[in-house]
Structure formats: C-alpha cells, structure tokens
C-alpha cells in the first residue's frame, strides 16, 4: 500500500474531526459565547494576559506541546504494526487529545485562566492540588532523563548530527543578542538565523563527529549524557532572552519547515518519484520480538503525546487561557492545536513505516523493543525524502536527526527550569530557601540518578519512556475529571469526557500495573523505576478516589444557575 | 504596506509572546535590587554613593509602595514616605 492513501486517511479523519466533532463539542458540550469576557481582556496587564490573535495564539500552542515525544512515541509503537498506532494516534487526537485540550482551555477561560493545578484545589479539593505537585514532579524527572538518553542515541548513531546540534546553541545566543542587544529587526534576523542552522546542517552532514571509545575513561555515551545535562544546567540558569528563547523560536519555525519536507515528501514521492514507497511494516505485527510487552495496554502509554497527554492541559490553562482573546478561539487554538501535533505523529508513523524499502530492512531496525524510536524516523525519514524531494539521504536524516535534537534538547531544557522551580516550592513548603544554582544542582543529581540507574550508557532510558507515558495519561485523567466535573455542575452531557476518561485511567493503570513487574525481575530488575511506579500507582488511585468523590458532590448538589459564569464576572467586578 | 507591518508584528509576537511573563518577571526582580541600592541609605545601610544615588529617589517613587508590599512589608519602611 502506498504511504500517500494512509496519509490523505488520516488528514481526512482529522479534517473530520476539525469540521464536525469540534464543532459540536464547541456549541453542545462547551457552549462557547463569544460575549464572554476573557480573562485576556478581564484581567489585561500586558504581561501574562495579553488578547493574541487566534493565529499566533495558534503557533505558540502548538510549538510548546509540539517536541519530541509525538515523534518518540510512534516511532516505537509500530513494533505492534502499523494500524494500531494508525488509530490510535488519528483516533485519539480526534476524540480524546483534541477534547481534552480544548476542554482545558475552556475550563480555565472559565476559571480567571487558573492553571489545572489551581483547578484541582478548585474543584477535587486540597488533596487533589497536592496530587497535582507530584505527579508534575515525577513527569518533568523523566522528561530529563528519557529525553537526555534519546539526544544521547541520536548523536551516537547520527554524527553528522553533531555540528548543527551544538551550532544552533550559537546560532540561537547570535540570534538573542542581535533581537535584544542590537535592536536588530526580527524578519531579517530570522532569514539569517535560519540559513545559518541549515548551512550548519549541510557542514555538519561533511563532518561528522565521532567521540573516541573511551574519552577519561567514559564511553561517547556517558560523555554525551554528562555534557547534555551541563548544557542543559547553564541553559535552565541563563536569562531567558540569552539563549531559550531564541531557541525555542527557531525551532518552531524548524517544525513547520521539517513538516513541510515530511508531508511533501510522501506527497511528492507518490505522484512523481521514480522509486516507490511502500508500507512496508506489518498491519499488524503477530512475530513481535521477545520482551515486546502486550499491545493492550502499552500502545495506550508508549503514545502519550500525538494522542493525548496531560503536559498539553498544562500548557492549555497555565499560557494560552491568558491570551486567548475571545472565547471561540477556544476551538482553534485547544483542538486545532492537538491536530498539529497529530499531524506530526502521523509523519513519523508514515516514515517509519514507509521509509524502508523491504521487509527485512525495517525487522533489522525494529529488532527489540525500543530499538526503532527516533532513529527509526531518522532512517526512515531520510529515505523517504531523499526518493520524494532528491535530497541526499545522508543529508534528510541530518535534517531529521537535527530537528528531534533541538526538539528533544528544548524539552530538556525547558523541563530541568521548571523542575528546578518545583524543588524551590518544595523548599519554601519546608522552610528552607533554596536559591537558583543549589536548586539546579538538585535537579542535575536528581536527573542523572535516573538516567544512570541501569548504567553509565543510560540504558534505563527508553525504559523509562512507557512510565513517562503512565505518568502523562494520568494527569491527562486528572484534567478530564475536572472538565467532567465543571460539566456535571453545569447539568450538561458530561460523556465525551468520561469516555475518554475512562479508557485514558484504565489502559495508565493497567499499564502502571504491567511494568511493575518487569521492573521487579530479577534478572532485569531496577528499584529505582520500580519505586517511581509505586508512587505512580498510588497516584493512580489516589486521582480515581478523588475524581469519584468530587463528581458524586457534583451529581448531588443543585445544578449550576445558567448564568453562573456571567454572575461571578458581576462579583468580580464588585470586588 | 498594513499588511507587511501585520506580518512583521505577528512574527515579532510569535518570537516574544512565550517568555513575555518571564522577561518581565526578570525586569522586576533587576528594578526591586535597583530599588534596594537607591534607598539603602534611607533604610540605615551605609552607602558611599548615596549622594549621588539620592538622585534616582524621584523616579522610584511611583513603584514604591507596590516594592515594599512585595518585599513582604505591608507598610512603608519609610517615614519619610507614607504612600500607604
């Protein structure tokens, strides 16, 4: 089967989903009013509440929840097949990735922009805020430690990646500089940051860069791990125009353009190239390799991010809420913003599965359990670029490997800032002031204790991936069950939430359950994984007492007048 | 011309808008130490620059009594000042 029938399939799932299940979710389940005040405008203090036009409002969503991970995720769950992945990712992005962002969004527009976390004290109670700092604790350690592990294969398997990965550091403090220093405009800037990324990518794909095997004793992979955590130290410590911020700038302009190659590629190489690609991965794979875990439940977690994942709820009610300027942007923004990230799981599931030429080829890459991820795109992807668009194979998987690095080392770095933030809350709470280095040293030991805990190579890693899974879906729970909450108060249909909820909590738990005792075999065994999935459990129905509780309150108590929302707008502004 | 200028502030909005809150949450903490080396000889430091520094006092006034609320005091330090 040609990869371009599976891709108009799932554009047009999705398309369905944009035009019809949005739409409904927008007048019947939401009821958007765009006479409702926005905290944008309520609350307007150029700051963090600013009205954004919908479009940019729409970018900046979808390039912070847009990393690697929709890319991680697919590219190991094909192992099963490809048509599991294929639903799930266009399936959940519709159903329940789109209604969960969309339904956060809203809920914290309703809510003065209040993020999930002050929604939980809200409407779950206390314990649920508290809940709500662990499990966001535990999601941001792994995040570190599997994204650090997943640059570190990357760099390894790709050296030509090396140069521009290290080079867009440079690139982006140039760019920093010039926007914030020189006053320089930005349009031009752009042009030259981003020629300069690329020209980087095409000397990097001439040089490569090879580590010695043994560099003071350490192997290239614990160097690569010791020097992105470095990195990754003084990038969380830098003011945030210096180096983040530019960063992040240019990658998202990168995202639309690698897109752009992937999409146009399978596009392109359908209608006019002389080789042809086909599906060449199993629809469904019955010979996966040994220690494969079963599909049910793991698809569900090892797909977190391109399906659904709680990371986007937070996004969704701690920035975008903020800004959105009216409340039927809503639907743009949360839905359409989940789509995005679908589309690009839905490039990866397509490069993968069709950039190999045979059958063989791709049961050499996929020849153990987490042995396809990232670097199975970056093969897959090259492939099918250099036979769609005639770009040099070499030079595609440059691309590609360049890309998920700066999308993984973005969401590295971005993770060890905020944890570093949450050690100092967690030191206030104790009366202990921690200040910034100490915090990051913290966070540096706590984060290298993770991703060496099954060896200096960091091989626990891609372990880790399906717990960070587990951890996602379930805060993905946690904000479907204050969205079914806010729903039974307000007397309306509260099932396009607890049916996503329901499958979400169940397949997380199952799973949770599932690792715990590979975790705990002898012959394979980590404790510290095995404790971090103990406390993930305890989570797990710690989040189900809780939601339980809170939507029985709800059933029982008088429904929400109609007007509620309007009426606490009149109190506020009494106030 | 509107249209290029529209393209050119959604560009320079897509760069900022992320780290707007983060910037100024830096601007404020750089202006609060500013605030406390102004009026640390008003608050019993010893300063050898405060003769010249004493200049900057005017233009902090304005920002004054929201400083000193976030500095944790809920009236002003000052007697000199009573803004609140």
Not at chain 1, 174 to 198: D, E, F, K, N, Q
Not at chain 1, 356 to 369: D, L, N
Not at chain 1, 457 to 485: K, Y
Not at chain 2, 38 to 49: F, N, S
């Given at each position: 089967?040609?990869?371009?029938?599976?891709?108009?399939?799932?554009?047009?799932i999705?398309?369905?989903?944009?035009?019809v299940y949005?739409?409904?979710?927008?007048?019947?389940v939401?009821?958007?009013?765009?006479?409702?005040?926005?905290?944008?405008?309520?609350?307007?203090?150029?700051?963090?509440?600013?009205?954004?036009?919908?479009?940019?409002?729409?970018?900046?969503?979808?390039?912070?929840v847009?990393?690697?991970?929709?890319?991680?995720?697919?590219?190991?769950?094909?192992?099963w097949?490809?048509?599991?992945?294929?639903?799930?990712?266009?399936?959940?992005t519709?159903?329940?990735?789109?209604?969960h962002?969309?339904?956060?969004?809203w809920?914290s527009?309703?809510?003065?922009?209040?993020?999930?976390?002050?929604?939980?004290?809200?409407?779950?109670?206390?314990?649920?805020?508290?809940?709500?700092?662990?499990?966001?604790?535990?999601?941001?350690?792994?995040?570190?430690?599997?994204?650090?592990?997943?640059?570190?294969?990357?760099?390894?398997?790709?050296?030509?990646?090396?140069?521009?990965t290290w080079?867009?550091?440079?690139?982006?403090?140039?760019?920093?500089?010039?926007?914030?220093?020189?006053?320089?405009p930005?349009?031009?800037?752009?042009?030259?940051?981003?020629?300069?990324?690329?020209?980087l990518?095409?000397?990097?794909?001439?040089?490569?860069?090879?580590?010695?095997?043994?560099?003071?004793?350490?192997?290239?992979?614990?160097?690569?791990?010791?020097?992105?955590?470095?990195?990754?130290?003084?990038?969380?410590?830098?003011?945030?125009?210096?180096?983040?911020?530019?960063?992040?700038?240019?990658?998202?302009?990168?995202?639309?353009v690698?897109?752009?190659?992937?999409y146009?590629?399978v596009?392109?190489?359908?209608?006019?190239?002389?080789?042809?690609?086909n599906v060449?991965?199993?629809m469904?794979?019955?010979?996966?390799?040994?220690g494969?875990?079963?599909?049910?439940?793991?698809?569900?977690?090892?797909?977190?991010?391109?399906?659904?994942?709680?990371?986007?709820?937070?996004?969704?009610?701690?920035?975008?809420?903020?800004q959105?300027?009216?409340e039927?942007d809503?639907r743009?923004?949360?839905?359409?913003?989940?789509?995005?990230?679908?589309?690009?799981?839905?490039?990866?599931?397509?490069?993968?599965?069709?950039?190999?030429?045979?059958?063989a080829?791709?049961?050499a890459?996929y020849?153990?359990?987490?042995a396809?991820?990232?670097?199975?795109?970056?093969?897959?992807?090259?492939?099918?670029?250099?036979?769609?668009?005639?770009?040099?194979?070499?030079?595609?998987?440059?691309?590609?490997?360049?890309?998920?690095?700066?999308?993984?080392?973005?969401?590295?770095d971005?993770?060890?800032?905020?944890?570093?933030?949450?050690?100092?809350?967690?030191?206030?709470?104790?009366?202990?002031?921690?200040?910034?280095?100490?915090?990051?040293?913290?966070?540096?030991?706590?984060?290298?204790?993770?991703?060496?805990?099954?060896?200096?190579?960091?091989?626990?890693?891609?372990?880790?991936?399906?717990?960070f899974?587990?951890?996602?879906q379930l805060?993905?729970?946690?904000?479907?069950?204050i969205?079914?909450?806010?729903?039974?108060?307000?007397?309306?249909?509260?099932w396009?939430?607890?049916?996503?909820?329901?499958?979400?909590?169940?397949?997380?738990?199952w799973a949770a359950i599932?690792?715990?005792?590979?975790?705990?075999?002898?012959?394979?065994?980590?404790w510290?994984?095995?404790?971090?999935?103990?406390?993930i459990?305890?989570?797990?129905?710690?989040?189900?007492?809780e939601?339980?509780?809170?939507?029985?309150?709800?059933?029982?108590?008088?429904?929400?007048?109609?007007?509620?929302?309007?009426?606490?707008?009149?109190?506020r502004?009494?106030? | 011309?509107?249209r290029?200028?529209?393209?050119?502030?959604g560009?320079?909005?897509?760069?900022?808008?992320?780290?707007?809150?983060?910037?100024?949450?830096e601007?404020?903490?750089?202006?609060?130490y500013?605030?406390?080396?102004?009026?640390?000889?008003?608050?019993?430091?010893?300063?050898p620059?405060?003769?010249?520094?004493?200049?900057?006092?005017p233009?902090?006034?304005?920002e004054?009594?929201?400083?000193?609320?976030?500095?944790?005091?809920?009236?002003?330090?000052?007697?000199s000042?009573?803004?609140?």
């Amino acid at each position: 089967m040609s990869p371009v029938i599976l891709m108009f399939i799932g554009l047009a799932i999705f398309a369905l989903g944009y035009f019809v299940y949005s739409k409904y979710l927008a007048r019947r389940v939401y009821q958007l009013d765009e006479k409702f005040v926005t905290p944008s405008h309520e609350l307007r203090d150029g700051v963090d509440y600013v009205p954004t036009n919908k479009f940019i409002l729409w970018g900046h969503h979808f390039t912070s929840v847009a990393g690697a991970a929709p890319i991680v995720g697919p590219a190991i769950a094909v192992i099963w097949g490809w048509l599991p992945a294929f639903l799930w990712v266009t399936i959940g992005t519709v159903f329940f990735a789109g209604m969960h962002d969309f339904g956060a969004l809203w809920a914290s527009v309703r809510n003065k922009g209040r993020s999930i976390g002050a929604l939980s004290g809200r409407y779950i109670g206390k314990r649920g805020a508290n809940l709500f700092l662990v499990v966001i604790f535990l999601l941001l350690l792994m995040v570190i430690a599997a994204f650090a592990v997943v640059i570190k294969d990357l760099l390894i398997s790709t050296p030509t990646a090396v140069i521009p990965t290290w080079g867009a550091i440079v690139v982006a403090l140039l760019v920093g500089v010039a926007v914030y220093r020189m006053r320089w405009p930005l349009i031009p800037v752009t042009i030259v940051g981003v020629v300069a990324l690329y020209s980087l990518i095409v000397l990097g794909d001439s040089v490569p860069v090879v580590l010695p095997e043994s560099f003071l004793g350490m192997s290239p992979a614990t160097v690569w791990i010791l020097a992105l955590f470095i990195y990754g130290a003084i990038a969380s410590l830098l003011p945030v125009w210096v180096l983040l911020q530019p960063r992040d700038y240019i990658n998202g302009v990168q995202l639309f353009v690698g897109l752009a190659l992937l999409y146009g590629a399978v596009l392109v190489g359908a209608l006019f190239a002389e080789t042809e690609h086909n599906v060449v991965a199993p629809m469904i794979n019955d010979a996966v390799p040994a220690g494969t875990p079963s599909l049910v439940p793991l698809l569900f977690v090892t797909i977190a991010c391109g399906a659904i994942s709680g990371f986007h709820g937070m996004v969704s009610s701690g920035t975008s809420s903020k800004q959105l300027d009216r409340e039927t942007d809503a639907r743009f923004v949360g839905y359409f913003g989940a789509v995005g990230e679908g589309l690009l799981s839905l490039g990866t599931i397509l490069a993968v599965i069709a950039g190999f030429r045979t059958v063989a080829e791709w049961e050499a890459v996929y020849s153990e359990f987490g042995a396809g991820g990232v670097n199975a795109f970056v093969q897959g992807g090259g492939m099918l670029m250099e036979d769609g668009i005639g770009l040099p194979a070499s030079l595609s998987a440059t691309v590609l490997a360049t890309m998920a690095v700066l999308f993984a080392a973005t969401t590295m770095d971005t993770g060890m800032r905020l944890l570093r933030f949450v050690v100092q809350e967690i030191g206030e709470a104790a009366r202990v002031r921690i200040t910034k280095v100490p915090a990051t040293l913290v966070v540096v030991v706590v984060g290298l204790g993770l991703t060496f805990s099954q060896g200096l190579g960091g091989e626990g890693g891609l372990r880790i991936w399906p717990l960070f899974g587990t951890t996602n879906q379930l805060l993905a729970s946690l904000t479907l069950s204050i969205i079914a909450v806010i729903l039974i108060r307000k007397r309306r249909s509260p099932w396009p939430a607890l049916v996503p909820l329901v499958f979400v909590f169940v397949m997380s738990f199952w799973a949770a359950i599932d690792q715990l005792s590979g975790f705990a075999d002898p012959e394979n065994a980590d404790w510290l994984l095995f404790g971090l999935d103990v406390v993930i459990i305890v989570a797990s129905i710690w989040v189900a007492v809780e939601a339980i509780i809170a939507m029985r309150r709800a059933v029982n108590d008088p429904p929400e007048a109609l007007d509620a929302d309007a009426r606490l707008e009149a109190v506020r502004e009494e106030v | 011309m509107g249209r290029w200028a529209d393209f050119r502030n959604g560009v320079y909005e897509y760069y900022a808008g992320p780290y707007r809150s983060a910037l100024a949450r830096e601007k404020r903490t750089e202006d609060d130490y500013f605030t406390l080396v102004v009026l640390g000889e008003a608050l019993g430091v010893p300063d050898p620059a405060a003769y010249y520094s004493a200049e900057f006092l005017p233009t902090l006034y304005p920002e004054f009594h929201a400083w000193h609320r976030r500095m944790g005091m809920p009236q002003s330090p000052l007697d000199s000042v009573s803004c609140c």
